[in-house]
């Protein structure tokens, strides 16, 4: 038995470890989605019969953590009598363990002894994976094959020999070969970096000592989440979100989750979800389990999220449906939508048994994939994405309002400089700022919609726009308001103004054309009546909010010359207010 | 018994030719018999070779694929030739690595002796699908290859004698038919390890020296054939341009010019002045393209000679770079062997008329791309492709008339894919073809008379479940009366497609009906024997109308012929009509 000390120097080291590996791809990439955005994850994993465990992650992009485990089980049943010291594997398939087929996940069994004992992985979104589409992002597919190249577990080096053959491979179903071969090899590095740092680990302790410590770590967050879960009150407990449409014709799509809290586990059963449709909103299995383990981490923010962790949750998750579908269903959005929606239903009932703890921890984007020439690069081609778009989705939690940026758990993606876009790429913002009377009123209120707008310069700029959730907005919580719904325009301002309802392919925006995007924020917590009157006011003062509707949706009378807050006439207004909603019988 | 090798007795050069041939002929015919897609079993969009040490095409099984072996197999020999064990097998399908499309893959593989390599071994065949947007990897509406499918380098799919086996499960996902592509592939390497052990048996027997030098013989045999039979065309530089109709995507005016220079040391064929590359699938790649540069040559050289790299040798290729005959990535390039490979075969057998009149013809014709894909919700409401028909080879081009007999059949470089199965279709897909004949008065006129176009009509096939849509590309054709057309009949309509329909949902379609033009005549009308005239009125093939208006012929009251009346019908036709048949040529 390893005694708890050295145990828990051990578990806070392989935590560094996912760190270092994360840092170390970040620097040395050359996409800015790595290393501005940070829309990657790593992790360390370890394996005994046919168990693949994590053992710890690195705090980044949280939703690529539950794919990156089953991407490294598919390499390692594929692989199980074929693996030797020197090997480097990848995988990018969602029927494959992964998510979408832009995530890619690079794999290095550390060997000792003659013997593969860890498996650090990274796991990272890629700007381009060839397919019909530039960016991987086809509204249009109906297929996988319309999304980009698959691969399945494959080696990239074996016995240290670099197989030249699949790189080239890589690099012809790509239209930004340098780009991928960058980050790719910033992936290789990272995990040769988790590689030296583990065996130096190992070098320090032994063996033995080190897999006694994987004992006591997995244990340890086991432990800590069946104490918390043996605190809820037993019982069943529901939540629902609806996507407004899969792309492909499909409306309202459904996932239901039934939370069964029975002493200290639970049961997460998606039954009753909506089966799996045409457009690319469909969810691979590891993409879905993401999402169901990322709200427990919200929920239970504080443990280390490892394979232990999610020993005493039991997912179900019917075949067929949008969230665990049979192939070829397209998935090239369910990293977003139906995952946000996963997250949300999820995070509905989560906030029945633990109301402080829930909150928006959603990534819900308007996505802008964004591509052209640059005439100040020699018309070098670009593919991107402008996230400027995308960037609210926070909501108000216990305690604390929504602030300017992803939610809590999605924090780790940059919003990217504007300045920095605005060099990369012809245009420039002509707006980028919070919408007076958007933020969902809540005790604590979410955080107010983000509206953009950019106009193209030198040269026409495509973008394939996709936009979600303008009719079903993001979701309150325990009484505070939904949110109020995304909007894109084009050719904003003019005549030809149009609302970008669904999803546009290629709009090429011409010089001079200004686009607008309204984004909204994350949802309301808490009734909005019983916010603080003096934080109302402030948000008054901020122009969040304006004296009407803090007076409609607060109940909090301010004087709209002298921007006094009026505290009778605010308590005669909120008991006016209250006496006036239905009684609940 | 002679004590001379091999290489210096043309007797027995020529028996070790035959032999070369035959194991082409028989890794083809493993091919053939073992692969699953019908592309490959069925149409024969296959072929296989013996390729030098130096990347030399030795030894083929069908000239139709020549090119595209010898591009791929140069450039795989040039790459790994540092880098290869003598139980490796590379697998490529990459349009920009010497291929055409797609889903043509071809494997290379060397044939060791001891620690050295020898020869190679190289099989192409036709999958059914790999990636893309569109089942079958023809899209009309694809700007860029990655829309058409997935490119794949030469991929070592056997290294030291270990199947890759994480490589080709990769390839196999990227179909829409995996299995079939993995038995496609082992098919392949059936073929491959047939090619390799008779080989071997040969270098055991003669020696590698020997087999080499014989080998090299018979390379520079063919290279002087061809430079022998190029010597025959008066030195001098002949040019031919020709035009695309349009190019699926609405692109218009895009021309093929060829200069065809015969010198001393051959001939050198030069692109220069061809449109640039369009954005749509009609670009051909080089391999595809000089193939529609080899047909009409040997076509109109007569040639009796081996097909092989030596015959290669004498003809220099200029095809400038971003144009239609050499497009530059990411152009698609899917359907380039038809369109613009009509087009340039067709220049260069205009360019060809000049040099050797008389002779030249054509040896394609301007096709039709027609298919039908059946989509099918398996699992919940996902939309996968499931099948394609392909319609497109019911109806039929006729061939042109020659200074040597009237066309018959398909053009030369089509009349390898034998015409599909009525009796399959009918069973298998539950459809009907309700008619197939030749179009009276199709044929063009001529001393010699092209062969008839012919016309389908077919009743969709019956599926139980999903909706099918129809993709289809009409070229048709500008030189004839008879053009190509395609019509999709139901609800006692008919629509025809003016040029191009993508996807198109079929409704209550119920019937295609798809009519080929029919090949040019050669020589004047007036002078082709009225017995033959007779022959083709009884046959249908010309009307009695046509027989007295075109070809001048006139019958008395007894159905004979009036052998008077027929020689002042045609004087009087001559002096009208310059004496020249008015689509013919030659």
Redesign the interface.
Known sequence: MVDKITAEIIREYLETVSEEVSKTMENTSVSQVFSEAHDYSSGIFYTKGNQVELLARANSQPVHIFASLTSVEAMLK??RYNLSPGDLIIAT?PYFGGSHIPDWTVMKPIFYNNKPVFFPAVRAHFVEV????PGGYNSLA??I??EG???????LYEKGEM????F??L???N?LPETMMGDLSAMIGACRVGEDRILRLIEKYGLVTTLGAIDYLLDYSEKLVRAEIARWPDGVYRGRSVLDHDF?G?EDINVDVTLTVAGDSCTVDLTGTH????GFI?SALGNTLSWIYTEFAVVLAGIPVNSGFFRPIKPVVPQ???VN??P???VGNSTLCIGNDIGQAMMTALAKVAPERAGSAFIDLTIDAIFGNNVRYDNELFISFDYSAAPISSGGAYGVDGWGAYAAPHASLKIPSFEMMEVLFPFLYLQNEYGLDTAAPGQWRGCPAHFMQRKVTTNPVGNHWQVQHSRYPLKGFVGGADSVGNLVITNFGTTDQQEVRVAKESHWQQPGEVVFARKQGGGGWGDPLKRDPHAVLRDVLDEYVSVGRARLDYGVVIDPVTLMLDEVATRLQRLEMFAARTPVS | MSNRSTAQDPVAATILRSKLEAIVAEMEAILVNTAYSPNVSVSRQCAAAIVSEHGEIVAVSSALHLYPLAFTAALIVEQYQF?LSGEDILLTN?PYGGGTGVRNFTSVAPVSDGETIALYVAVCAQTEDF???LRGNLHPS?I?I??EG???????ITREARPQR??L??LA??S?NPDAFELDVQAMVAAINVGRQRLRELLDRQGRTDLVASIETGLDYSERRMRTLLDSVPTGTYSGEHALEHDGQGGRGAVVKVQLRFDERGVEVDFTGTSPQTTSFVNSTQSAAATCVFLPLIAALRGQIPFNGGALRAIRLVMPGGTLVNPRL?APTGWGDQHVGHEIATAVTIALAKAVPQQAGRVTANSVLLFLTR?E?????????VETFDLSNFAQSGADGSNECDGWGVPGATARRPLPSIELYEADRGGRIESLEFIPDSAGAGQLRGGPGTAAVISLPRVDGGIMQITSVVLKGRDLERQNSVALEGGGESTEIESVAVNRPIGDLVKVSLAMEGGRGWGSPFERRPAAVIRDVLDGIISTRAAGEVYGVILDASGAIDEAATRRRRAELTRSTSGRGQQGHG
């Open positions: 594929e692989f398939d060839g397919g019909p589409v109906n297929e094959w319309q190249f698959r691969l399945a577990p494959m080696k197989r030249k053959d699949v080239d491979l690099a012809a179903n239209r492909g499909g089966e799996q449709t045409r469909n067929g449906t949008v579908p049979y070829p269903a397209p | 880098n990459d990636g893309g947007d694809a860029e990655w829309a997935a490119r794949c380098p030469p991929m070592k994480d490589v499960k990769t996902l990227n829409r990411p989509r919700a398996r699992h919940g409401q996902t939309l996968e492709q």
